[in-house]
């Protein structure tokens, strides 16, 4: 009974020696036989050639948060439409109210920025 | 240890194999040569040229051009070296894992080539980096590439492991970083890196 799973265990552990042996066998290789020849400019970050400049954790202004707003409302939307629009014609009236309900907040999202002028471009 | 050479060669034909651990190991080093993905002017199309199905470099190991220096085990200045663009070329060199090799492409990459007088060329890329193998040509064809592949590979081959020839990265005390130029009031500086380059003594 309780070797049913068994080979099961096998072939994981296989897998998981089949992934690590030979990252250790290259781990171990560049640990203790691999020459090393650093320098400041060979240890540097970015590697195109150039120096870099500045700080990479650059601040976003807050204000990008409408973009996302306005993504979400079409985006998701998009995405539960596509299945309520193939099973439209198999649906409850329940299920069809319910859609017209999230739909809607959604298009209510919609009509807030638009009033908000989020839509016209600077 | 040397092997006698005709003894090898009787050997094989009887169907015994002789190497030496320095030759296996120089086998492996010249059949996996990774070129740097980095082109800089008009010999840049030759060296993609030869990458392709009709030269195929693939041939020779060398057919996985790295768009990262730390991958890359060859550097090979295909074009106009401009002084704008010569730290960039010695950044990425200092970048390069041990052992690293510069084939020089073309006569611009060499010399300076028809722009040698120009106000903004560097005149040859040995003047701050070692190049292994100069191609000259205008642009070179892709059997030149190929051609001075060939020559880096035997190079290689032909590399003692221990004495005083040994490859840099074998040893602890060869010089690691080049010293990257940088942009002075009217030229590089310094304009060449003694060290790899001396200046040459024009007699009149």
């Keep these: 009974m309780s070797f049913t799973y068994f080979p099961l265990v096998v072939l994981f552990a296989a897998a998981l020696a089949f992934g690590l042996v030979p990252l250790s066998l290259a781990w171990t290789w560049a640990r203790f036989f691999s020459p090393r020849k650093p320098n400041a400019v060979k240890n540097s970050i970015y590697e195109c050639g150039l120096v870099s400049k500045g700080d990479a954790w650059v601040r976003f202004r807050s204000a990008y948060y409408l973009y996302a707003i306005i993504f979400l409302i079409f985006d998701v939307e998009a995405v539960f439409l596509m299945p309520f629009a193939v099973a439209f014609t198999g649906l409850s009236m329940a299920a069809c109210a319910a859609m017209l309900v999230f739909v809607l907040l959604l298009v209510e999202g919609l009509a807030w920025a638009w009033a908000k002028g989020i839509l016209t471009w600077a | ?204």
């Design chain 2, 1 to 204: 240890m040397a092997i006698d050479q005709e003894l090898k060669i009787e050997m094989g034909k009887q169907g015994v194999v002789v190497t030496t651990l320095q030759e296996l190991y120089n086998w492996g080093r010249k059949s996996s040569v990774w070129p740097m993905q980095f082109g800089l002017a008009c010999c840049a199309i030759e060296m993609i040229a030869t990458t392709m199905a009709r030269y195929d470099l693939a041939r020779f190991g060398a057919e996985v051009f790295r768009p990262s220096p730390r991958q890359a085990d060859l550097m090979i200045i295909s074009g106009t070296v401009t002084k704008k663009m010569a730290p960039q070329v010695v950044r990425l060199y200092n970048q390069m894992g041990e052992p690293r090799y510069v084939i020089a492409m073309g006569a611009c990459a060499i010399s300076g080539g028809p722009f040698k007088q120009g106000y903004n060329v560097l005149k040859g890329i040995d003047r701050y980096i070692p190049v292994d193998v100069h191609i000259p040509g205008c642009p070179p064809r892709p059997e030149a590439l190929l051609q001075a592949f060939i020559t880096l590979q035997n190079k290689i081959q032909a590399q003692p492991l221990t004495g005083p020839n040994r490859p840099r990265h074998l040893d602890a005390e060869a010089q690691g970083e080049f010293p990257v130029p940088v942009q002075g009031e009217h030229d590089l500086e310094p304009t060449s890196n003694p060290g790899v380059w001396t200046v040459p003594v024009v007699i009149r």
